[in-house]
């Protein structure tokens, strides 16, 4: 069982439709991290959370919006998505940041744009 | 442009051999490096790791090493088990400091064969 857990599994949304994707650790890790991974693809990094707080924004367009409302959770929001945007969004998280502390995915949520 | 790559899309090893796994990187930055397993629909699942400052690491059935001056890894897996087919995926990044993203190869798919 993942540490990490992510929420929904799956979801299929339109273009015009606003959606969240949640991640939830209590490990007290006070990194976290969301991917992005397409089919047959490595995970690329989108964003970083340390301490709360926007850490790293890998110019990801603003039609994804991330938050942090405590050192557990993060979200996704999503809004006006485009076909291709369908991937699957892994979170992760890491004690408190740095390679020399290994980071623990999440199983993703698979994300359909109609 | 890939700072970390996996040139093999997929390796067969019968059970009981070694399975050697390959991974390059480019940027000089990448001071630790991680070795991640993936089943399908789970997230990747850490396996091992190694900072620069070694040029070996063993865990049970894994070992990693670490070439620097050729910026290369390996990651060497005996005796193969049916359990061990998964793809896995090479990543780098920078350990201290603040929270940093990983990158990601584009994975290579072991399949051991009875």
């Known amino acids: 069982d993942t540490e990490v857990t992510q929420t929904p599994k799956h979801l299929v949304m339109g273009m015009t439709n606003k959606k969240s994707l949640k991640c939830e650790q209590h490990m007290g890790h006070r990194a976290m991290y969301w991917y992005k991974q397409k089919a047959k693809k490595p995970p690329e990094l989108m964003f970083v959370?340390?301490?709360?707080?926007?850490?790293i924004n890998e110019s990801v367009p603003s039609r994804f919006s991330p938050e942090c409302p405590n050192s557990s959770l993060l979200n996704l929001h999503l809004h006006a998505l485009q076909p291709e945007d369908s991937a699957l969004y892994l979170c992760?998280?890491?004690?408190?940041?740095?390679?020399?502390?290994?980071?623990?995915f999440g199983d993703g949520t698979r994300l359909s744009i109609l | 442009d890939q700072q970390v790559k996996q040139n093999s899309p997929s390796l067969s090893v019968q059970e009981g051999r070694i399975s050697i796994l390959n991974c390059d990187y480019t940027n000089s930055m990448f001071d630790y490096f991680l070795w991640y397993k993936k089943y399908p629909a789970e997230g990747p699942t850490f396996l091992i790791s190694?900072?620069?400052?070694?040029d070996k690491n063993e865990d049970g059935r894994f070992t990693v090493f670490l070439n620097k001056s050729a910026k290369h890894l390996s990651l060497h897996i005996v005796p193969s088990q049916p359990g061990d087919s998964a793809v896995y995926f090479c990543a780098a990044g920078t350990s201290g400091g603040g929270a940093d993203g990983l990158t990601f190869g584009k994975g290579t798919h072991l399949i051991i064969q009875p």
């Open positions: 190694i900072s620069s400052i070694k």
């Open positions: 959370y340390s301490y709360e707080k926007l850490s």
């Open positions: 992760a998280s890491s004690a408190t940041g740095g390679a020399d502390q290994p980071q623990h």
